[in-house]
């Protein structure tokens, strides 16, 4: 095994030929919207029903119409077909690499489709729209329920697990990722610091580029086919 441990980050770039508008950038997701108005414990205290509707209707449209596309899929058969470990970390909210088949994603960023309980803190699958009727399905108390999702100010999921990935990775991917939201953002200068080749999947050139070893610019439903045939065919090609 010539490579015991590969990390892959994805962000909103492996989505965008899905359909899923990314971030930054024109016609970004922000445009429009202040970030401290929808993705903040603040903004949501402030105006509860303006950030429900935002992620009720980012949810209605991940449930019609939009499909993964051949950068995820390129992902689940790596973890399919690779025998050392993968973890698969992404930031992004949607169910897309699942969808694709991959297994164990590390949302750090939290999930669409799922909704949390300030009351009583559980966690459930959502598919439908959040109102101030929906119920918990635990504590049945209404009007408490908000996004699963880790907004500006709160601690991203699973760090532990992924900070331990990375400090025994030998490869590391970031794709679609601009590199300007931390602590994701660091996660090559952990890898590298393991002593990991770092490849970075882009459509451009990020202000962190000139960390990795190796850039691919291109769309990720390309690169990411090729990639991952290369790794599954002689992994030390990429070291
Ligand atoms: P961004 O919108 O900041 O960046 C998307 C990146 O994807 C850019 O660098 C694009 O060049 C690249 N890109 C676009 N299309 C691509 C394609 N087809 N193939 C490859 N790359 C492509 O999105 P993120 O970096 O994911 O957090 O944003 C990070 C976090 O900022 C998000 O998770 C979200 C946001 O605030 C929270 O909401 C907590």
Redesign the pocket.
């Known amino acids: 095994m010539k490579h015991p441990g590969i990390v892959i980050l ?5 989505s ?2 899905s359909g899923i ?5 024109d016609g ?3 445009e429009g919207h202040r ?1 401290e108005d929808v ?1 903040t414990p603040e903004g949501f205290a402030r105006d509860p029903e303006l950030v429900q509707k935002f992620y009720n209707e980012r949810r209605a449209k991940l449930l019609s119409g939009i499909a993964p596309n051949a ?1 995820h899929e390129a992902l689940a058969r790596l973890q399919k077909e690779y025998s050392g470990k993968i973890t698969l970390v992404t ?3 949607d169910d897309l690499h699942e969808r694709a088949g991959s297994e164990n994603v590390l949302h ?3 999930e669409l489709l799922k909704a949390r309980c300030l009351d009583c803190g559980e966690v459930s699958e959502i598919r439908e729209q959040i109102t101030a009727q929906s119920p918990c399905r635990l504590c049945d108390t209404k009007g408490r329920l908000r996004p699963d ?4 100010g ?1 601690m ?1 999921y699973f760090l532990s697990e992924i900070e331990s990935s990375l400090e025994n990775a030998s490869l590391f991917i970031a ?7 931390y602590p ?2 660091g996660f090559v200068e952990i890898a590298k610091y393991a002593g990991a080749t770092t490849i970075e ?4 050139k ?1 202000d962190g580029s000139h960390v990795f070893h190796r850039c691919e610019f ?6 990411l086919p090729r990639l991952v045939s290369q790794i599954l065919t002689d992994p030390t090609a990429l070291s």
Do not use: C, D
């Open positions: 994805t962000g909103a770039g492996i965008a030929e508008q990314t971030f930054r950038g970004g997701l922000w970030v993705a950068g930031q992004n909210i750090m960023h939290g999702i880790v907004w500006f709160e991203p794709v679609g990722t601009s590199g300007k939201v994701a953002a999947v882009n459509l451009e990020t291109g769309p990720a439903g390309k690169t």
